[in-house]
């Protein structure tokens, strides 16, 4: 059985560049300036250098272009459409069919995938995207284990991806106009406000009491009716492999590097360790790890058949998990490693760094350590500015374990 593509999202080159310092083996990003994806910072130059950077690896990157698109989005997509062929993508995700026979013409021979926001459900649809010429169906998050199955065994001649890991929505699969309502940001076009997650006050109203507004189920934080926990099949993994999904997504292209680190090794070694003994294979202890990234507590969605209120965080919509994102690694200067600092570094701090090389972490206790830029002796340092790094003395067989773009973090006390 081969194994499974792990996909991670990549908002930014150094976060391509960490997902697949990390494990993965292809990235989905969008493109910028001529943006369908509000959020993303990629420079079309920067998209260059990425891909150039993931073929030089042999690994892939995938294109995102799954807007649905209005007439006044035709220009703009045109545009970007022209600049495919310089990019060399490895394929690119759409859902609207317009958008689909576009790049089928303009772009013949460039691999095409069927975004989740399609709504692929079935095998019928996998079929009639088959019979169209795309070669992978995203299945929509709704789609339980059982049908996955019964896809796999009656679609054999396209590849199939599931997400795996990441937010959810409850709407069906993104389509949904809450952020556009209530904000103005279009989550099809890559830019949700998160609208469904707000903290809202719900009230009935008795037709023959007018203005006279009942508040319902609501405890001092409010009522969260819409607040979906985070996806996480990581759990259930030992029951998905053996289907032969042809790729995994972890969703979050808005996430920050030390999320595609942790989501990247944790599913990697997990994913290996189950090809190399499937019988030995447990969990936990990649729970334990997914455990310590911030989330609104996971949930295994749809994989059981519908989801239930369990899937939401009724009671809050804070994330959970008590470790924080420290710094990145940036290189090496005078025998030191040069940590950019994303949080608060002390001295007698404790730091975890994730090394690429290991599974489990490399603990320092930070003693002396230099600002980076005047060289001198310091004892705390802010993640005010962007690029803000410190010196940290450390050995020469640590720093061999810990390569640019290695994430370090710190276990914050609960309040
Ligand atoms: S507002 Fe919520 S339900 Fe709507 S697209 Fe955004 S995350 Fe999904």
């Known amino acids: 059985m081969k194994k499974p593509e792990l996909l991670l999202p990549a908002g930014s080159l150094d976060r391509l560049k960490t997902a697949f310092l990390y494990g993965a083996d292809a990235v989905y990003a969008g493109m910028p300036g001529v943006s369908l994806r509000n959020k993303t910072s990629f420079s079309l130059e920067e998209m260059k250098q990425g891909i150039e950077y993931a073929h030089s690896l042999n690994k892939k990157v995938y294109l995102t272009i799954n807007l649905f698109t209005h007439n006044s989005d035709l220009p703009r997509l045109s545009e970007f459409i022209s600049h495919l062929k310089e990019l060399n993508p490895d394929g690119v995700i759409v859902a609207d069919p317009g958008v689909f026979a576009y790049i089928k013409e303009h772009v013949p021979g460039l691999p095409l995938h069927i975004s989740t926001q399609a709504n692929v459900c079935s095998s019928l649809t ?20 059982s049908e996955i199955k019964e896809i796999r065994e009656q679609c054999p001649d396209i590849k199939l991806e599931t997400f795996i890991h990441g937010a959810l929505c409850v709407s069906y699969s993104g389509r949904c106009l809450l952020s556009n309502f209530m904000t103005g940001r279009s989550a099809n076009k890559g830019n949700c406000a998160h609208a469904c997650r707000w903290k809202y006050k719900t ?41 032969g999904i042809d790729s995994f997504k ?105 090394s690429p090389f290991q599974f489990d972490p490399i603990r320092f206790t930070v003693q002396d350590f230099y600002d980076e830029r005047t060289d001198s002796l310091i004892d705390t340092m802010s993640s005010g500015h962007l690029g803000q790094s410190i010196l940290i003395p450390v050995s020469g067989k640590y720093r061999r374990l810990l390569p640019p773009l290695t994430v370090a973090r710190i276990q914050i006390k609960k309040t």
């Not at 037709?207 to 099949?233: A, F, K, V």
């Not at 030995?280 to 059981?304: C, H």
């Open 126 to 145: 996998v079929k009639y995207w088959r019979s169209q010429g795309a070669s992978l169906c995203v299945l929509g998050r709704e789609v339980p284990l």
């Open 203 to 243: 009230y009935i109203e008795e037709e023959n009491r007018p203005g006279e507004l009942m508040q319902i189920d609501e405890d001092e934080h409010g009522t969260y009716i819409m607040n979906s926990r985070d996806l996480c099949w990581l759990g259930r993994l030992n029951e998905i492999l053996p289907i």
């Open 250 to 354: 972890i969703e979050g292209r808005n996430k920050s590097e030390y999320y595609a680190a942790i989501t990247a090794r944790t599913y990697r070694q997990a994913i290996d360790d189950w090809f190399e003994d499937p019988n030995a294979w447990d969990a936990q202890k990649y729970l334990n790890e997914i455990m310590t990234l911030q989330s609104r507590g996971y949930t295994v969605g749809f994989l059981d058949g519908n989801a239930g209120p369990e899937s939401q965080n009724y009671d809050v919509s804070a994330s959970s998990g008590n470790w924080r994102y420290a710094g990145l690694v940036r290189g090496e200067k005078d025998g030191k490693l040069i940590l950019e600092v994303k949080h608060k570094i002390t001295t007698g701090l404790t730091l975890e760094f994730l």
